[in-house]
């Protein structure tokens, strides 16, 4: 069946740092790709998507490339700020359920960011 | 105001008890959802509904209903809690008339505690 996987955390990073976080999926057809945050005490938020093979979406000065033929849609941000400091989560939209939307997530990633 | 509002967000309750949570929305969305969220397990869906006329397992129903009252309106019971039961609940929705990309919208979550 459709999954995601992603890099184990907790990752932590000084201020200014360069991030990447790794996910690669495995899916029939083509599903369209998400990175999704939550803050301390928060719900998700949509961080960035992409919908077809080699988007690239950006928010926030985070950025992801939708790479069909290695199967991957890794996070990357080139100078990390506190701020950042979350839980992401990666995730595909399964096409085979196009009619429920169903989402699948990865487990998550733990980030922090030190001053 | 948020568009998606989750009641309680705090709740600490006995083995045996039922118990209600409650999802709002304003944004006019057809589609909501419950999750479950437990540590290192990303998130997993309870139920959904695609409208006030159908709803649908999720991966993990046992243990838990559904009522979805009107179009903004999506409660999740625990018709006797366990402690097992014991996680972070996030409803959500989405808007199948949009980009196609599936994406969905979360409330802020409920943190709950079966003692």
């Known amino acids: 069946g459709n999954s995601v996987t992603q890099m184990e955390g907790p990752v932590t990073l000084s201020e200014e740092a360069f991030l990447t976080i790794n996910c690669t999926y495995t899916?029939?057809?083509?599903?369209?790709l998400f990175w999704y945050v939550q803050y301390p005490g928060e719900g998700l938020q949509l961080l960035l998507k992409?919908?077809?093979?080699?988007d690239k979406g950006s928010n926030k000065g985070f950025e992801a490339t939708y790479r069909k033929e290695t199967t991957s849609f890794h996070l990357e941000k080139g100078s990390v700020q506190v701020s950042d400091s979350a839980v992401y989560f990666c995730?595909?939209?399964?096409?085979?359920?196009?009619?429920?939307?169903?989402?699948?997530f990865g487990s998550g990633t733990r980030l922090s960011i030190r001053p | 105001d948020a568009d998606v509002t989750q009641t309680p967000r705090n709740r600490i309750t006995k083995t045996g008890k039922r118990i209600m949570l409650e999802c709002s929305q304003t944004k006019g969305h057809d589609r909501m959802y419950w999750y479950r969220q437990d540590p290192g397990l990303g998130l997993r869906l309870i139920y959904y509904?695609?409208?006030?006329?159908?709803?649908n397992k999720g991966e993990i129903s046992d243990g838990y209903s559904v009522s979805r009252q009107a179009q903004a309106k999506f409660s999740l019971s625990l018709e006797s809690a366990i402690p097992n039961q014991t996680a972070l609940y996030f409803c959500a929705t989405s808007d199948p008339t949009g980009t196609g990309a599936y994406e969905q919208f979360f409330g802020p979550g409920t943190r709950l505690t079966v003692l």
């Open positions: 899916a029939t057809g083509y599903p369209s």
């Open positions: 995730a595909l939209s399964d096409q085979r359920y196009s009619s429920a939307s169903k989402i699948i």
């Open positions: 992409a919908t077809k093979a080699d």
């Open positions: 509904s695609f409208d006030v006329k159908d709803i």
